[in-house]
């Protein structure tokens, strides 16, 4: 196993209320890279995604077994307390949501509550920057973070989540509710953070899982025929460039080429 | 597309060969009914606004007669009969009981209002909590007062402490209720956002859930602050009323706004009617005050986000 | 899903066929003009290389489109970029029909030289068999029968070389000009032969995903 692996993923399973939404997932997440997760809706990207920092744990009824290393610990091991496993992890979601303070406090949240000492200005200012949203928002630090347009409340959100200095984001569907220019200083984003960064990111577009990813993961759905359970399975993860040139799973080719969705 | 585009419709009623997309005027008979049903509407909302009208006229024109300065700064008179004083001790009473009763209730019902939101959610306990307030909230106001009477002013006597708690009880139902619709409907996206920088879970209602949802328990702390305000019943049996200015909590009967109005109204001379009156009309402001207030804080925080 | 954009791409595929057919006749009918003299013939062969020259361009057109519009990955994307460069080929085979073609209308009297004539039209028919072998690889998607066309294409070198010894052995009766024009002839086919090759390697790309190097 290389342990210079971000994430190290054993035979996930994810059930809620008893009924399973993923099975059987083995993967990596090597640092430094961005990983795309793709697969038609209800596959269970968010559910793989969220096991990554045991957001799932908030939801009531979620069961999560199997192994999630994170630089060879599991982070699901009895007495692993979340709260430290998720200050450990940025995440951003699919709609910008910033805190309603001011721009600032928003970038400020995390390293305070996470009783960071030094030099807090300082801090904002380099998360600010990281996110290429310094300029924009230099002169009105103190000002409410919900005047800002969609794509600036995303950078913001990315912002906040690097200020806790992670080693890895999460990114949920980060451009899904923004428009496409926006879109664009989103992916531009993510190849200078992924100097620094790991970032998994889940998205249902494919061009743009093509065009920013280094590997890419793809989800299906299998379908139990008596009880009509539905459940997510890994079915094939590589180099992006061999998944849209050549998939080896026929699975992965269909979905791909827009065969079903 | 400018008004000389618009194809003509044809007239209603006559039948033509051509008859444009648009269609013809609508029948005349659901003009009749859209107006019909319009007119009604209209004349319930007249029946409902000329009692409230009236009553707000009433007491502005009986009560602005006797509102002056020295009404409002003066204590009543030891004689009913003698004109001039003013209700200052009951202004007094009121604004003592009802913000010892907030500070009380206020706290209490917020996080009363945190756990139902935020750990309870659907558990017995919650159940319970939330039975019993919404029960409370439909108490006739008089029953708290003979509760009060019974459990502390048959102890300790009648006062300022007595009256703030019996008009707590009454604020911290709708405190609760009221701040916990508002705590769910803080997004749990701003939740998420918290949780996943790595806050606990009292971290993130302290300092995400509560700031955001402030807006919200703000207008609902007026509007039970306006209730308290007005509040008798609960008062006759714990305060008891007084000539006095009144500054000790406990163990000497104090006055209130509606108090007085009660005790002027009942009064066969002219001058404490007159100051009835005019106490109404005070009372009437501050509640006004408070519920324009609530109004205005509701409506900002929504623009803003 | 997609209904359009794949019905699209599979009359792509199946206008390579035939554009290929067309190209086929145009080899068949130059190598037939040229050993029988026949310049009507030619000419009709010259004029279709029009047509030819209209679908390449047209196809191309087509290709292109769907690469910008439809974004193709994987198994769709090989076969446009195969489609692509095997166009080219068809084209370069299709102009090289022509050529023969032209070289009739010189009215050389190729005819009245039977050994010549004779290794001609050999030449001719078994680079428009080796041609046909392209087309059916194509149209089968299938890499394995590829191996035979070696063993043609060697074939061809050899009667290209059987060709240049007889006009050499001929150099006293003919004249300079006709064996000039023979010699060339005799490259055309043997270029087309591989064009042909060089189509069933496009081919295989499409199938395996490998850039290997043309053999």
Known sequence: MNDDNVFSVKGLDVHYGGAPALKGVDMEIGPRQITAIIGPSGCGKSSLIRCFNRMNDLIPGAVVSGEVLYHGSDIYAAGVDPVVVRRHIGMVFQRPNPFPKSIYDNVAFGPRINGFKGDLDELVERSLRRAALWDEVQNKLKKSALALSGGQQQRLCIARAIAVEPDVILMDEPASALDPIATVRIEDLMQELKKEFAIVIVTHNMQQAARVSDKTAFLYTEVDEETSARWGILVEYDDTSRIFTKPTDTRTEDYVSGRFG | MSAADVPVPAEAGRTSGEVSVLGRRPARRRVWTDRLATAGLVAAVIMVLVPLGLILFTIARRGLATISWEFLTQPMPYSLRKEGGGLLNSALGTFLMVGLATVFSVPLGVLAAVYLAEYGKKNTLAGVIRFFTDVMTGVPSVFVGLFIYTALVAQIGFGALVGAIALSIIMLPIIVRSSEEMLRLVPSELKDASYALGAAKWQTVSKVVLPSALPGITTGVLLAVARAAGETAPLILTALGSFKIVTTLVGEPISALPLAILSGARNPFAAGQARAWAGALELLVIVLVFTILARVIASRSRISS | ?215
């Open chain 3, 1 to 215: 899903m997609r209904d359009t954009y794949h019905s699209e791409l599979e009359r792509l595929d199946q206008d390579v066929l035939r554009m290929g057919a067309m190209v086929e006749a145009a080899i068949e009918g130059a190598t037939l003009s040229l050993a029988e003299g026949d310049i009507d013939r030619a000419c009709r062969i010259m004029e279709a290389d029009d047509d030819i020259d209209a679908l390449f361009l047209d196809m191309e057109k087509r290709a292109l489109t769907m690469l910008a519009q439809q974004q193709p990955v994987a198994g769709d994307l090989r076969l446009i970029v195969a489609i692509l460069r095997v166009l080219t080929d068809l084209e370069r085979a299709g102009d090289l029909a022509y050529n023969v073609a032209k070289v009739t209308c010189k009215d050389l009297e190729i005819v009245t030289l039977k050994k010549v004539s004779i290794l001609i039209y050999e030449l001719g028919h078994a680079s428009r068999r080796l041609f046909t072998k392209a087309l059916d690889v194509w149209a089968a998607k299938d890499t394995a029968s590829a191996a035979e066309m070696d063993q043609l294409d060697d074939e061809i070198d050899h009667l290209y070389q059987d060709l240049v010894k007889e006009l050499f052995l001929l150099r006293d009766e003919t004249s300079f000009e006709v064996a000039m024009n023979l010699v060339l002839v005799g490259r055309y086919f043997e270029r087309i032969a591989d064009h042909a090759v060089n189509m069933a390697e496009r081919l295989r790309y499409f199938t395996s995903g490998d850039e290997a190097h043309l053999g």
